[in-house]
């Protein structure tokens, strides 16, 4: 039983932490401007990007980081969290490659951190500890 709550401890905080990554980078793609963004170090990519594109996939991350957290939190559909949880791990892997192909590794392995973050949700919600309820 004890293994069990750390578990869901352990769950609930990578949802969290991954909540709030999916957040900053939402609101950051949403609403700053993409030229201001292409010129900062990791935001090189989307000079070659479409603003429409930039901020389809900052509204993409909004939804992430409430499908991380709501649908358990309120006790609605929380299938929702290994769904947006494995929604996260195809972002990363888009996001890796796009970093990757700039040369920016160091970005790769954040995004390959998050990832791992994500799968352990998606593993872990759906089979491991699931929402009963």
Same mark, same amino acid.
């Given at each position: 039983?004890? #293994?069990?709550?750390? %578990?869901? #401890? ?12 999916? #957040? %900053?980078? @939402?609101?950051?793609?949403? =609403? %700053? ?7 900062? &170090?990791?935001?090189e990519?989307?000079?070659?990007a479409?603003?429409? =594109?930039? &901020?389809?996939? @900052? ?8 499908g ?5 939190? #309120?006790d /609605? ?9 494995v ?12 970093? @990757? &192909? ?16 994500a799968? =352990? /949700?998606?593993?872990? &919600?759906?089979? %491991?500890?699931?929402?009963?309820g």
């Open positions: 039983h004890h #293994l069990e709550n750390l %578990v869901n #401890l352990a769950l609930w905080i990578a949802a969290g932490l991954l909540a709030v990554i999916a #957040l %900053v980078g @939402g609101v950051t793609k949403t =609403f %700053v401007p993409k030229e201001r963004l292409a010129a900062q &170090r990791g935001g990519w989307t000079g070659h479409s603003a429409g =594109f930039v &901020r389809t996939l @900052g509204v993409l991350e909004l939804l992430a980081a409430a991380l957290i709501l649908p358990a939190a #309120l /609605i559909a929380p299938v929702m969290v290994p769904v947006t949880a929604c996260w791990v195809l972002l990363m892997i888009g996001a890796m490659i796009t970093h @990757g &192909r700039l040369g920016q590794y160091v970005l790769v392995l954040g995004n390959a951190l998050y990832l791992s973050l799968a =352990f /949700i998606a593993v872990g &919600r759906s089979t %491991v500890e699931p929402f009963t």
